[in-house]
């Protein structure tokens, strides 16, 4: 009777082991599953072995209940004391499972935490492969189409280069260590007068006139490294010499070493004729004022003494001597006082009609008065007159001397020659809304030391009784007195950039404005 009141306490005690076995096993179900779906998680996995350490415990514990119940039911309590120590063991060695999974919780988790930046570096890394696999990838498939593409973009930067170099109408020249000509563009070889395979011969010591240019260019590209504005003096192949601005840059090499130089040449030979024909115009313009003042003073005395010989005359007898001397003090003082009106006209000191006029009419009217004598002279005559070109406003009697100044100089210059051909242009520059009238001779040109002079009154180059020095200094004011210039070239620069000797005269004139109404400008 006195175990009946422990049956429930037995049965309480019955079920939950028999519940803490089910719930053990499902833990550790579920646990294992965890583990299942992330095999790779380090806390997973250590939860599973921890989920069945105390699994393992409590089923000990539950089996252990379980058996020691039955027996005290089944009145074998002796035998439960044969099992006791057993089971006890083993809940032990269960729970010794347990601390031991516990302590070392903090180490395992040290290790993972490596573990993961390990791989996460790994992983990284596995990454930046990747990238630079498909990057090298990319590249060789592009690669032929970025090298078609480069070379495409040289070839063009050198047609651009090469154009650059061809086109320029100033030299453009490279040259080595040694001063050697390496390469120069076309417009070098005509500024020299060489041709391509004569210039691979040429140095820049035989370019320079003057040695000494050669020794200054070459020390201040090693001090500098570049040379800017130096002027200097080229010779030419047939001996001319022309004046030249240069610029210029040092060539090195990896090292820094000086390997040679490349420059540019701009001609300024006609520049320099420019300018001392601007400084001689400017020097004419005073000297006009002083002849204005010179002609009138002079031409009075003259006057009475070409009247006081012609009165004397009527006194002699033509065949004596002293009427003889008459004549020549007679034919003397014509001339001076013809050198006195060529000086008044030189001052523009005479009266001027101003009128719209056709220059190709000026130029027509002058070739059928001069056209006999230049055939006689055997001078050919070639017209190239510009059909629909503007008017011009002016005097005609004036401008019609200067095209005859002109014409005289031409076949004078002829005349050693027995002949040759003088070629009248005329055309318009509607750019500047200038008349070109231009008279071309085939003579023998004006040498390069006297074409600054050829505008200044009483300079010639005549033999004497061939002329006053007047003429051009004449058609000079003329031209100035109409709001033009006159241009000369010798020898003469074709459109194809080519010359040919002889001597070239440009008359530009301002084209006249419309409804221009002729006046008179009075003395």
Same mark, same amino acid.
């Given at each position: ?111 993972? &935490?490596? *573990? $993961?930046?390990?791989? =996460?570096? #790994?992983?990284? %890394? ?8 498909? +990057? ?8 032929? &189409?970025? *090298? $078609?593409?480069?070379? =495409?973009? #040289?070839?063009? %930067? ?8 061809? +086109? ?356």
């Amino acid at each position: 009777m006195n175990s009946i009141p422990l049956l429930p306490t037995i049965a309480i005690d019955m079920i939950g082991s028999m519940a803490n076995i089910v719930f053990s096993f499902l833990a550790a179900y579920y646990a294992y599953k965890l583990t299942r779906k992330q095999p790779d998680n380090f806390l997973w996995s250590y939860l599973f072995y921890v989920t069945l350490a105390i699994a393992a415990f409590c089923i000990s514990r539950a089996a252990g209940h379980l058996l020691k119940n039955i027996l005290y039911v089944l009145g074998n309590r002796d035998l439960w004391k044969v099992f006791a120590p057993y089971s006890g063991g083993f809940n032990t060695l269960c729970m010794i499972s347990v601390s031991a999974v516990m302590i070392f919780y903090h180490q395992g988790v040290q290790a993972y &935490e490596a *573990v $993961e930046q390990k791989a =996460a570096k #790994l992983q990284q %890394s596995k990454i930046r492969l990747a990238r630079a696999a498909r +990057a090298l990838k990319e590249l060789n498939l592009h690669l032929e &189409e970025k *090298v $078609e593409e480069r070379t =495409a973009e #040289l070839s063009e %930067s050198e047609k651009k280069f090469r154009h650059l170099f061809t +086109a320029s109408k100033d030299m453009v020249f490279f040259a080595d260590t040694y001063h050697a000509i390496v390469e120069m563009n076309p417009s070098g070889w005509e500024m020299l007068g060489y041709t391509h395979e004569e210039i691979a011969a040429l140095s820049l010591t035989r370019i320079f006139k003057n040695e000494g240019d050669v020794a200054t260019y070459a020390s201040i590209l090693e001090r500098d490294g570049y040379l800017i504005d130096f002027e200097a003096e080229f010779a030419k192949k047939d001996g001319s010499v022309i004046d030249v601005l240069l610029s210029a840059t040092a060539l090195y090499d990896e090292k820094g070493a000086v390997i040679g130089s490349e420059g540019i040449a701009k001609d300024l030979t006609r520049l320099k004729t420019m300018m001392e024909q601007l400084v001689s115009s400017e020097k004419m313009a005073s000297v006009g004022q002083m002849a204005a003042g010179v002609a009138h003073e002079i031409n009075t005395p003259l006057g009475v003494i070409l009247g006081y010989a012609q009165l004397m005359m009527d006194d002699f007898e033509p065949d004596s001597e002293i009427y003889q001397n008459l004549q020549v003090i007679e034919r003397q003082t014509k001339a001076s006082r013809k050198i006195v009106a060529d000086l008044l006209k030189y001052s523009r000191q005479s009266g001027s009609v101003r009128e719209n006029l056709d220059p190709n009419e000026i130029v027509s009217d002058v070739v059928a008065v001069t056209g006999h004598n230049l055939n006689l002279n055997h001078i050919d005559v070639h017209l190239e007159l510009a059909e629909g070109i503007p008017t011009i406003t002016g005097d005609a009697e004036k401008l019609r001397q200067v095209v005859m100044n002109l014409v005289n100089n031409a076949q004078q210059a002829m005349e050693s020659q027995k002949g040759g051909d003088l070629y009248f242009t005329t055309r318009y520059d509607a750019r500047r809304s200038r008349v070109l009238i231009e008279v071309r001779d085939t003579g023998k040109g004006i040498p390069e030391k006297v074409k600054a002079r050829i505008f200044d009154p009483f300079f010639t180059t005549k033999p004497v009784g061939k002329g006053t020095g007047l003429g051009l200094s004449v058609s000079y004011g003329i031209i100035q007195e109409h709001d033009g210039v006159i241009e000369v070239e010798s020898p003469v620069r074709m459109p194809d950039n080519t010359t040919v000797p002889g001597t070239l005269f440009r008359l530009v004139l301002p084209a006249a404005r419309e409804n221009a109404v002729p006046s008179f400008k009075p003395e």
